[in-house]
């Protein structure tokens, strides 16, 4: 049985974890560290924990307790896991990050699209990004993992096919993208009040998002090369899900994109293909740690449309965070992660 | 492994059923029919469950067939079970019937309130009305079991502890029920559009809703009398769930009523009686086979106030279905029922 | 062309009479403040108002300017009435209040249930309770108006015909009302998140709403005496629109109650008592200054269901504050407030 | 006072049509007819009309009463005006049509599109397309005018100030487009109920939505040759709004895109150039006949993007059907139409 500590278990990838977690038939959760919840039983903040987690209480985070952990998630805002991570590492411990702490390569370029100085650049060396479906070798022997963003997820596995290829145009690529609020976080807003964001529909930061720089890192790989990408995220009236619209330009319209999106993914577990004109829908894949994709060239012409849905707290967050925990520690990967999408 | 055949599988509490049954470890569907998608693959219809029953297509219902599972369950409109019932029992098998034919034990009541002649009356003294925290003893050997209503479930649960206890005014019970609106099923009806169900609230059939009867049945047997109830459904803004605010007199204001309840479902898996002062919340339940109950008396008066919560689908019909399996089966109850809710 | 103020208009009833005022064919909005906003132009904070008021900023509070107006009305939390409401009615303004400050006649309850000493016991005197189809003549020469609060509406309109009859059990109401997240208002709340009250039901404040007292005193004004009032609040995924169940005991079976309804209101232009067997939905007032209701006596039996909905930052707040700014100006009582609600 | 009659008013054109109807102070409705409804006083179908219309019957379609009024909408399927225009025209009536009967120029191309015969091909020649902001002066004398769809509406006005300036690359254009429920009708279909798209978004018609004909030949007019337009529509859980996401590459980085809009559309009563920065809310034009636009460069490429919001029951029908009427009527263009949206 894997020892599982998570680091700031409040926010909704928390209780996303701790939801997953209660299925998974070889780990459990020994530590659960919030500074502000100390004492507060997280069956009492998430009742739809009872009966699941019913002893387990919010501690301070202690990084020897920490460390006696197989594996460490952190579910924290930016920043904290730039912090603890070293001494954390030091203690042989595995680190699962779901912040944005480890994303990029650059330490530069992290520092300013966050505002902050990069907390441990030295560490970036070892970190590895997880997202399976590029990077599962060397995920496999990463001590220090980071999970990939939401609007990340949904834009990388729809365009990699692409890119690997050599197919699109690189330069430029539209990616669309449609979320549920929850991807903003459990913090008191008023913008993600319901009264404010429920019968509405807005894009946002269309002059540059945090998200920008990570998938366009990722897509220079897939490509090898510089990309052009404009993204323009979207907040819409659901809690979970992401709706990636991808366009891009094709250099040869011979091509049969359904094989090539069919071969690319056909050993992967967690990304499903969807058969010729489908429309797959966020609620298909509600609460299960799956990307659906189909793939359209409207009208025949040299314009393809990926359609690419996650649910952004599972595929896009702390499922994806568990499937890179099953590779790491030498688990089936599908383990604990195999139930349907609960629909309607 | 136990083989399970669904009748009528192409609506809300079908799907739920293959869903809740893709995560049994100890059950297999082998059937599922439906006249109207002979053919059609069930992972066409609900891409949630698209590699989980790859191969399972609907077909026409078979008797043959379907006495070779162990058990079938019916998720079909009423007056279907009624006329399959009699064959699939002489076969052997078991059936669980989530509609509301075998429900009431008065044929004649049945009728008035589902307005045409009940078709199986014979068939009624061996239905076992399944409702496992009142009758779990006789699900054990039933052949035929009755899966209550999702109002019934919900008002009776809230209502038993007093009634039983005899610390109610039955005469004079009021259950104000809000229901998400897959409570009206999956079929295309201009009142259950979004654009006319969101962002609304209303009461409807308040001068008697077929559950009536079903429910002051239940309530009769646990108050051993007559009761009178007046029930007011309402569709509120929502898919899944079931919120029953329930109102009864109590004869007797030192009775401690959280021992009441806490104490008459000590050892229900399902039911949970959460702690003095709570609110218990629709959310908490969605997905999970749960009930969760809180009780108030305001202001120190003599009207008690039960919260009762549960996900209509789940433990209001396809969860309590696979319950009454894994009882009427000689499984661990909660087999395949142990997940929690999904929140957010 | 009457004049008018606002204080504190950033809130969801401020921005509502602001909506409503720009249709007022007498009133024109000269100030509005907000210590926070100061300099912010409302169209920026409000862009639905672009074109309407482009000119208008939030400015500090003033009371000789705000004196200048003929009325003012206050869009505030509770406790800045009390402040500022002395030194305002010494200009010769009118006061139309849409806090709680001055609804309660008894200040020492109102102290016991806002948890702080009530600011102005001396104006208690003069304040006017503004719910128009009770109070309609004082209101005309009232200098201090404290606007109902929205469950109170809903709530007093719905039990008023029976209780000033003397036809109910006066001892036992039940109130089951269902409201939607905009009565919590625009303040940053994790509770009203999008995320944690979509899909979602929950009761709250079982114990006591601030409303009650509200309530329960103008029910006894009602009744001649006292009343015995169970008020049960419930949280709904829609931003507007209260929906009360009212529960009351009828002494005497062969009332027509809905004549009796009918007689009550005839007279009233935002009263509708829906024909016999109607079940009003909150979105046939969304928008609009209207209560509609129905009243039903299920089974035939001696308990009276009273179904009345409104919009809460309508006919529950900012439009029943211009219906008292139309009668107390001497106005036509429905200017500026008959347009129809927006369904869908 | 214009007297006004209505074909096809049981759908949520024709109710929305009353809506704004009952507020303009020029216009009466004499007739509203509907072959199913025939007798059913609308306040009975529609409540929130309850006090507005409630002499008003739906009656069957008589060419010669229809004639006899200064205007007819058509509210109906496709189809239908084609059979009746001709015959209306001939009393000499206006006839603004909410259908798609006469936007298309090519009676061919609609007849692909649609999959039957156009059913007046003669009557093209006079049919105006009525969009104010384009052919306002065709409007003024017309006797026969298109009302435009509402994706065209939004993504037209979000276009035709770069393709009209020769700015943009018209071979490449994207729209990826966001309608709320309302956009399918009030018919009873299983893709619109809540339970399936509430908490959901999805693509659909990738291959080809009926409206790209329409966009296409509006888009041509503006830039004065062809183009190439990928139109993706998506489903989003709202009841009203349209949100267009607009891509466009500019042949000049060096314009002022912001005055260009600016200036466009500065005398233009219903389109709302944002301030530079700016993210509409289609919850900002809920109920009002605006459309709000922002343009943004993002990275200060050369891909512009341009966000375009409307309600598309309001400016994507039925208030532009308003807007047209006061047009060819010789009213003041913006009677009736001047309240703000309903926010929240």
Known sequence: MIKVGIVGGTGYTGVELLRLLAQHPEAHVEIITSRSEEGVRISDMYPNLRGHY?????????????????VVFFATPHGVAHAMAAELLATGTRIID??????????????EWYGQPHGAPELLGQAVYGLPEV??????????????????????????????????????????????????????????????????????????????????????????????????????????????????????????????????YANEPFVDVMPVGSHPETRSVRGANVCRLAVHRPQGGDLVVVLSVIDNLVKGASGQAVQNMNIAMGLEETLGLSHPALMP
Not at 99 to 111: G, I, M, T, V
Not at 224 to 231: A, H, K
Not at 236 to 261: C, E, N, W
Request: charge should be neutral; glycine fraction near 10%.
């Open 54 to 70: 019913d002893q387990l209480q919010f501690s301070v985070p202690d990084a020897q307790k920490l460390g006696a952990c197989d």
């Open 98 to 111: 779901l912040s944005a702490d480890f994303r990029l390569r650059d330490a530069e370029e992290w520092s």
């Open 135 to 264: 990077n599962r070798e060397a995920i496999r022997s990463a001590q220090l993992i980071a999970v990939p963003g939401c609007y990340p997820t949904a834009t990388q596995l729809g365009f990699i096919p692409l890119l690997e290829a050599g197919l699109a145009d690189a330069s430029r690529l539209i990616a669309d993208c449609k979320s549920g609020v929850s991807g903003a976080g459990r913090g008191a807003s008023v913008g993600a009040l319901l009264g404010e964001s429920s019968e509405n529909m807005k894009a946002y930061t269309v002059k540059g998002h945090r998200h920008l720089p990570e998938i366009t890192q990722g897509l220079r790989l897939a490509a090898g090369g510089p990309v052009g990408l404009t993204f323009v995220p979207h907040l819409t009236p659901m809690i979970r899900g992401i709706h990636a619209t991808l366009y891009a330009t094709v250099t040869d319209r011979s091509v049969d994109l359904q094989k090539l999106f069919a071969d690319r």
